[in-house]
Structures are given as structure tokens and as C-alpha cells.
């Protein structure tokens, strides 16, 4: 009995078929893309004058590796930061503030523009511990220049509008107010609180 020749695959096509599957997934595969922290350097100033700060002006955070949050040498729990981060920031200390609604304590910051707050961490504190202390910091920050958008803004014209709404508010090409006049608020906010925030890494 003759042998039954077996039956050949036509396998020209099948480059064609991996190339076009190759094509399929390169177009519908979606890359994860990692994001960083926003945040914007301070211009370098050209100054070659020693600029001497004075400590009462220092407001020092450390994150330890043991995630311990040590405000100004003394225990504290992150609950509690953002608070003693508006009240240092917004002292007014010297007087020259009069916009400022702080204490005025003499041995505490002399007003929101000479006030530095200064974040050290060390080398084993976790990422999450250190971004959970950086946010309630820059909140501080945020939530001194929205009582004061609400305290300015009514008589420039932006009633009920905090400064997060004003910054959004000029980068919105729908917005149908006065842009100029708004961003010279904005500047004027941010140049009464100036975000002056420090960070130094330990070895």
C-alpha cells in the first residue's frame, strides 16, 4: 500500500500575520508613564553679598529614618504640621506684616516674606512619609494665600473666588474675565506669601 503524503502548511503568509499583530499591539498597548513631583526651582539670583538669615526665621522639619516627625527639635504628628507651618509662616512678627493675622511673636518669624521653612530628611525615611509631610507643608502655603484671595480678591473685582480658583481661572481659555487683572493678583498673593520651601537630604 503507497504511503499517504502528508499535507504541507502554506506558512508564506504567516510573517505577514506577525508583523500585523506586531503593528496591533505596538498601537493599542498603552505605556505607563511615571510622574514626578511638580515643582518649579527658584530663579538664581546673581548676589555675590553673604545673606544672613536668622534662626527665628528657620522653621526646621526633619523626617528621621523612622518616619518621626521632629518639628523645631520636639515631636509632632503630621496632623498637627500644617497648623504650626501657617501659624510660624503668617507671625508677622516685626510688625511690618499688616496684612498678617499671626501672634506678632517677637521669637518667631518676622514676616511671611523672611520666613524659610526648611525639610531635611534622611537617607532611610520612606518616600510616602516624606511626601505626606511635603504636601501638608505646601498646603500651608496654599491655605494662607486662599484667605487672603478671599480677603483682596472682592475688591479687584473676583468675588467668592479663593486663589486655587484664581490660578485655574487664568490658565481657562473659557474665562471671560479681566486676565491682566487677575495674574496682578496672583503676583501680588504670591509676593506676600512667597512659597520659600527648603530641602536638604542628609547623608
Do not use: H, W
Amino acid at each position: 500500500m503507497a504511503k499517504r503524503s502528508a499535507p504541507e502548511v502554506n506558512a508564506g503568509s504567516m510573517a505577514d500575520i506577525a508583523f500585523l499583530l506586531l503593528i496591533f499591539f505596538l498601537v493599542t498597548t498603552t505605556i505607563p508613564k511615571d510622574s514626578g513631583i511638580n515643582r518649579k526651582l527658584p530663579p538664581i539670583e546673581e548676589n555675590d553679598e553673604d545673606v544672613v538669615i536668622k534662626q527665628k526665621n528657620i522653621f526646621t522639619v526633619l523626617l528621621n529614618n523612622k518616619d518621626q516627625l521632629l518639628v523645631e527639635d520636639e515631636l509632632m504628628e503630621l496632623k498637627d504640621l500644617r497648623a504650626a507651618a501657617i501659624k510660624f509662616l503668617d507671625n508677622g512678627g516685626d510688625g511690618t506684616c499688616d496684612y498678617c493675622n499671626g501672634e506678632k511673636d517677637p521669637s518667631s518669624s518676622d514676616n511671611p516674606d523672611k520666613a524659610i521653612i526648611s525639610l531635611k530628611n534622611e537617607r532611610e525615611t520612606s518616600y510616602s512619609a516624606y511626601i505626606s509631610v511635603q504636601n501638608e507643608l505646601v498646603a500651608a502655603y496654599n491655605d494662607l494665600r486662599n484667605k487672603r484671595a478671599l480677603q483682596i480678591g472682592p475688591s479687584k473685582g473676583f468675588r467668592d473666588m479663593d486663589f486655587v480658583m484664581m490660578e485655574k481661572n487664568y490658565k481657562d481659555v473659557k474665562f471671560l474675565g479681566n486676565k491682566d487683572k487677575l495674574k496682578a493678583v496672583i503676583d501680588q498673593i504670591r509676593e506676600e506669601y512667597p512659597e520659600k520651601l527648603s530641602e536638604v537630604y542628609s547623608k
